[in-house]
Each structure stands twice: as structure tokens, then as C-alpha cells.
């Protein structure tokens, strides 16, 4: 899939600095990549938004009624049946907690949050890590595309308690 398929609107909350975020060639690839590991070979729309963690929090609670900030939320607007001329759906990524989660995780702000785009993706087209087998084969597109992406992988051995814990609430 090339970038020129790709369409993301990104939208960036009030309060949040563009010069802190991954450039928008950056993030399409992440989208791009991880629709590649999913099989995806056509074009794709979606969109991104970079919010405040007060949004994402109340998001949270009124859609998974969990009562706390998490890093991502995907809101997918298709059921298994695929129409690609449509929107796949939203992912919003809370900002503030994304920049404290990489900072604790020894890694980079961007990074880590190229990381969530592509678990938002995956979620976008169907993916789950609810259960056991389909945490594992969600796991290993989402290493694939980090190595594709030549970034970290975010279930290796080094990661594996620490971040594998933090993906288990998602």
C-alpha cells in the first residue's frame, strides 16, 4: 500500500503541540504498515485525533466504563464486511498519557505513539487481544510492523512485563 491511498484526518485538541507529535508521513506509514500486516492491500480512510487526557478519560468511561485515561481508544465504524470507500473509524490517542507512558517505558514520545497508532489500526479492521490466541496473532502483526517501521518491539523480552501489562488494559 503506498501513501498516496492512505487518507487520515488529523485532528490536534487545543493544548497539544504539533512539534511533539510524529510528522503526518510518519503516521501514515504506521497506518499504511499496519494495514499491510492485516492483509489490507487497498486504500484506507480513518481518523486520528490527538486529545487531552480529560477527553480521552471521559471517552473511556462512557464507551468502556472504565473510569481512568488510557492511551488509545479505537472506535471502529464497520463491522467485519469491509467497505473501504468508508471510513474505517477513529482512533484518538491521549496525548499527555502517551508522552508519561513512553517517558516510564524508556522511550521515545513519537515512537511509542506510532506503536498505539498501528494497535488502533489493527483494532480498526477487526483485530482483539480479549483472548489469549488472538492477543498473540494481534501481537506479532504489531512487532512485524514496528520492525517494518525500524522501531521497538513492543512485546520483545525487555517490554514484555512492562508494556505487555499496560496493552492488557486496552
Not at 510518519?26 to 487531552?52: N, W
Not at 481512568?68 to 472506535?75: E, G, K, P, R
Not at 473501504?84 to 516510564?104: H, K, Q, T, Y
Amino acid at each position: 500500500m503506498i501513501d498516496e491511498v492512505i487518507m487520515i484526518d488529523i485532528m490536534v485538541d487545543e493544548g497539544i503541540s504539533h512539534a511533539d507529535l510524529p510528522d503526518d508521513a510518519r503516521m501514515r506509514q504506521a497506518v499504511a504498515t499496519a494495514c499491510a500486516q492485516a492483509g489490507v492491500s487497498c486504500a484506507v480512510t480513518l481518523c486520528l485525533r490527538m486529545a487531552g487526557d480529560d477527553v480521552v478519560h471521559d471517552l473511556n468511561r462512557q464507551w468502556r466504563h472504565e473510569d481512568a485515561v488510557t492511551d488509545v481508544l479505537s472506535f471502529p465504524m464497520q463491522d467485519t464486511d469491509f467497505h473501504f470507500d468508508e471510513s474505517l473509524g477513529d482512533i484518538i490517542l491521549a496525548w499527555p498519557f502517551v508522552e508519561r507512558e513512553a517517558s516510564r517505558l524508556g522511550l521515545g514520545a513519537c515512537d511509542h505513539a506510532l506503536h498505539l497508532i498501528v494497535h488502533g489500526v489493527l483494532h480498526l479492521l477487526g483485530h482483539d487481544h480479549a483472548e489469549e490466541v488472538q492477543a498473540k496473532r494481534m501481537q506479532t502483526m504489531e512487532s512485524r510492523a514496528m520492525a517494518q517501521l525500524n522501531l521497538h518491539d513492543p512485546y520483545g523480552k525487555a517490554s514484555e512485563k512492562e508494556y505487555g501489562k499496560e496493552r492488557a488494559n486496552v
